[in-house]
Nanobody
Framework: QVQLVESGGGSVQAGESLRLSCAASGFTFSAYNMAWLRRAPGKERGFVASITLRGGDTTYTDSVKGRFIIFRDNAKNTVYLQMNSLKPEDTAVYFC?????????????WGQGTQVTVSS
């Protein structure tokens, strides 16, 4: 059974940091590209960051560049999102997702999400 379980969300003040974790099971984690996406209140779910199989390539949406870092530990089947200098506009439910092929438009697997709330 495929599972992606996010953790690490919470409520923080602007300028603080959080680290999200996503523990994967039920599939060959090291064979999948991983990503974090988020859904802010009243908005569509949007891309935040992605990382390739061995972590060689990372991609970020412009609004988080220089503040967020995505990284993975294939030995622990876990992908992380280090979020620094958080802003109120980062408030959202954060999801991790897995995709076998970067050529696919859709993500193959999704987690349930973890809430991040940033107050000013």
């Amino acid at each position: 059974q495929v599972q992606l379980v996010e953790s690490g969300g919470g409520s923080v003040q602007a300028g603080e940091s959080l680290r999200l974790s996503c523990a994967a099971s039920g599939f060959t984690f090291s064979a999948y590209n991983m990503a974090w996406l988020r859904r802010a209140p009243g908005k569509e779910r949007g891309f935040v960051a992605s990382i390739t199989l061995r972590g060689g390539d990372t991609t970020y949406t412009d609004s988080v560049k220089g503040r967020f870092i995505i990284f993975r530990d294939n030995a622990k089947n876990t992908v992380y999102l280090q979020m620094n200098s958080l802003k109120p506009e980062d408030t959202a439910v954060y999801f991790c997702a897995a995709k076998l092929s970067l050529g696919n438009n859709d993500w193959d697997y999704w987690g349930q999400g973890t809430q991040v709330t940033v107050s000013s």
